[in-house]
C-alpha cells in the first residue's frame, strides 16, 4: 500500500517540540485521528524512531488547528499529548510551551493576516477553553524568529511571544481550587491542589524527605519517591474531580523549597511521572499562583513580591520562569486576577509527514 502523505510543521514551541496540522487535513473522526498521530510521532516505542517524535514526554507532542468557531477569537488549538512506549493520545491537559508555537503557524498557513510590526492572535484551547493573547513581532508578514529574548531550556535568543492568559482558573478543574481549600493532607503530606491553566499538585520537598534541590537525573531513578507521589497523585485525582488518573498525564506534581539562585522558589516539576528538565508553562503559572496564596505549601518557602503587579521568578533545574502575575483581593485572600509571560518559538520545518498505508485513517483512497 502506498504511505499516506499529511502536511505538517515541526516547531519548538517554549522549551518543548511538537508536530503541528491544520485540523482539516486530519481525519474528523477522534479514534482514527489518532491513530494517524500514533503513526506519524512512531508511538508505542521508546525509541520513537519509526517516527517524529523525539523519545520524551517534551518531543512527543502535537498542535491540531483551525479557525476559531468562537466570536473575537483568531485561532482553536486542540493539544495533544502522545504516549510514547503507550498506544495513548490524551487531549485532557493544554501545553503553553505548544501554544506559544500556535501564532507562527497559524501565519505560515494564512489563517490569519500579519499587521507590522505587531500581531495580537487571540487563540483559544480546545482541551480547556482557556484563551489567551499571544503578541507577535512580524517581519515580511510572518512571525519574526531572530531576536534578544531568551528563556532556561532553549540556546541561544528568539524574538519573544508575549502570552496573556484570560481565564485560566480552572481551566480543567472547575476551579482555581477544587476542593475549596488552600491546604489538603494527603498521605500525610500538606498539598495545594491548584488549578490555573494545568492541575498541579503543590507539596513542600522537604515533607517527603528530599531537599529539592535534586538533580533530574537523582530524581528521575528515585523510584521510592516516585511511587509515593504517584500515590499521592492518584488520591488528589479524586479531590480534583479528574477521576481515576492512573492513564492520564494531569495532575502534574511540584515540589517546591526556598529559592537557591535569587528567584521566589526553587521547583522540581514531575510531568507526572518523569522529571522535568524545566518546568512546564501553565505548571510554573499554577505554582506562583499557590505561592501567592496565604498558608500554602508553596507561600512557606517562597520569598514573594508584594507589589500588586508581581514578577514570580520560579526556579527550575536549568534556570528560571518568570511568570507575571496581578494579583487582587486582601492580603488575607489574595485572588489572582491575570497571568502572563514571554516565551519564544521557531519554525524547523514545513513539509509532509507519511503514515504507512495500512493504518486505517478514515481517509479516501486519494493521496495528498
Same mark, same amino acid.
Given at each position: 500500500?502506498?504511505?499516506?502523505?499529511?502536511?505538517?510543521?515541526?516547531?519548538?514551541?517554549?522549551?518543548?517540540?511538537?508536530?503541528?496540522?491544520?485540523?482539516?487535513?486530519?481525519?474528523?473522526?477522534?479514534?482514527?485521528?489518532?491513530?494517524?498521530?500514533?503513526?506519524?510521532?512512531?508511538?508505542?516505542?521508546?525509541?520513537?524512531?519509526?517516527?517524529?517524535?523525539?523519545?520524551?514526554?517534551?518531543?512527543?507532542?502535537?498542535?491540531?488547528?483551525?479557525?476559531?468557531?468562537?466570536?473575537?477569537?483568531?485561532?482553536?488549538?486542540?493539544?495533544?499529548?502522545?504516549?510514547?512506549?503507550?498506544?495513548?493520545?490524551?487531549?485532557?491537559?493544554?501545553?503553553?510551551?505548544?501554544?506559544?508555537?500556535?501564532?507562527?503557524?497559524?501565519?505560515?498557513?494564512?489563517?490569519?493576516?500579519?499587521?507590522?510590526?505587531?500581531?495580537?492572535?487571540?487563540?483559544?484551547?480546545?482541551?480547556?477553553?482557556?484563551?489567551?493573547?499571544?503578541?507577535?513581532?512580524?517581519?515580511?508578514?510572518?512571525?519574526?524568529?531572530?531576536?534578544?529574548?531568551?528563556?532556561?531550556?532553549?540556546?541561544?535568543?528568539?524574538?519573544?511571544?508575549?502570552?496573556?492568559?484570560?481565564?485560566?482558573?480552572?481551566?480543567?478543574?472547575?476551579? +482555581?481550587?477544587?476542593?475549596?481549600?488552600?491546604?489538603?493532607?494527603?498521605?500525610?503530606?500538606?498539598?495545594?491542589?491548584?488549578?490555573?491553566?494545568?492541575?498541579?499538585?503543590?507539596?513542600?520537598?522537604?515533607?517527603?524527605?528530599?531537599?529539592?534541590?535534586?538533580?533530574?537525573?537523582? +530524581?528521575?531513578?528515585?523510584?521510592?519517591?516516585?511511587?509515593?507521589?504517584?500515590?499521592?497523585?492518584?488520591?488528589?485525582? +479524586?479531590?480534583?474531580?479528574?477521576?481515576?488518573?492512573?492513564?492520564?498525564?494531569?495532575?502534574?506534581?511540584?515540589?517546591?523549597?526556598?529559592?537557591?539562585?535569587?528567584?521566589?522558589?526553587?521547583?522540581?516539576?514531575?510531568?507526572?511521572?518523569?522529571?522535568?528538565?524545566?518546568?512546564?508553562?501553565?505548571?510554573?503559572?499554577?505554582?506562583?499562583?499557590?505561592?501567592?496564596?496565604?498558608?500554602?505549601?508553596?507561600?512557606?518557602?517562597?520569598?514573594?513580591?508584594?507589589?500588586?503587579?508581581?514578577?514570580?521568578?520560579?526556579?527550575?533545574?536549568?534556570?528560571?520562569?518568570?511568570?507575571?502575575?496581578?494579583?487582587?483581593?486582601?492580603?488575607?485572600?489574595?485572588?489572582?486576577?491575570?497571568?502572563?509571560?514571554?516565551?519564544?518559538?521557531?519554525?524547523?520545518?514545513?513539509?509532509?509527514?507519511?503514515?504507512?498505508?495500512?493504518?486505517?485513517?478514515?481517509?479516501?483512497?486519494?493521496?495528498?
Amino acid at each position: 500500500m502506498i504511505q499516506r502523505g499529511i502536511p505538517c510543521m515541526l516547531i519548538r514551541g517554549g522549551t518543548s517540540k511538537g508536530a503541528y496540522f491544520l485540523a482539516r487535513d486530519l481525519p474528523a473522526d477522534v479514534a482514527a485521528r489518532d491513530r494517524v498521530l500514533l503513526a506519524i510521532m512512531g508511538s508505542p516505542d521508546k525509541r520513537q524512531i519509526d517516527g517524529l517524535g523525539g523519545a520524551h514526554p517534551l518531543t512527543s507532542k502535537t498542535a491540531i488547528v483551525a479557525p476559531s468557531t468562537e466570536p473575537g477569537c483568531d485561532i482553536d488549538f486542540l493539544f495533544a499529548q502522545i504516549g510514547i512506549e503507550q498506544p495513548k493520545v490524551d487531549t485532557t491537559p493544554n501545553c503553553g510551551n505548544i501554544l506559544a508555537g500556535i501564532g507562527p503557524f497559524a501565519l505560515a498557513r494564512g489563517l490569519v493576516k500579519a499587521n507590522d510590526p505587531r500581531t495580537i492572535v487571540r487563540v483559544r484551547t480546545l482541551n480547556t477553553g482557556t484563551i489567551a493573547d499571544l503578541e507577535l513581532q512580524i517581519e515580511k508578514g510572518q512571525a519574526k524568529a531572530e531576536g534578544t529574548a531568551r528563556i532556561d531550556g532553549v540556546p541561544g535568543t528568539s524574538a519573544p511571544i508575549a502570552i496573556s492568559f484570560l481565564d485560566t482558573e480552572g481551566s480543567v478543574c472547575g476551579a +482555581l481550587l477544587p476542593t475549596g481549600r488552600v491546604v489538603d493532607v494527603i498521605d500525610g503530606i500538606p498539598c495545594t491542589l491548584i488549578d490555573n491553566g494545568m492541575p498541579v499538585i503543590v507539596l513542600r520537598a522537604s515533607d517527603v524527605d528530599r531537599t529539592g534541590y535534586e538533580s533530574v537525573e537523582a +530524581l528521575n531513578k528515585d523510584n521510592v519517591l516516585k511511587a509515593r507521589l504517584e500515590r499521592i497523585r492518584l488520591a488528589a485525582g +479524586l479531590l480534583m474531580n479528574l477521576g481515576d488518573v492512573t492513564d492520564k498525564v494531569v495532575p502534574k506534581i511540584a515540589l517546591v523549597a526556598p529559592p537557591s539562585a535569587g528567584g521566589a522558589l526553587s521547583t522540581r516539576s514531575f510531568i507526572p511521572h518523569e522529571c522535568h528538565a524545566a518546568i512546564g508553562v501553565f505548571a510554573a503559572v499554577s505554582v506562583a499562583t499557590a505561592a501567592a496564596l496565604l498558608g500554602s505549601p508553596a507561600a512557606s518557602v517562597a520569598v514573594m513580591p508584594q507589589a500588586r503587579e508581581r514578577i514570580v521568578s520560579v526556579e527550575h533545574p536549568t534556570g528560571e520562569f518568570s511568570v507575571s502575575l496581578t494579583v487582587g483581593g486582601t492580603e488575607q485572600a489574595p485572588r489572582v486576577e491575570k497571568a502572563g509571560l514571554v516565551r519564544t518559538a521557531r519554525i524547523l520545518m514545513d513539509g509532509t509527514a507519511y503514515i504507512p498505508g495500512g493504518i486505517d485513517a478514515g481517509f479516501s483512497e486519494e493521496v495528498h
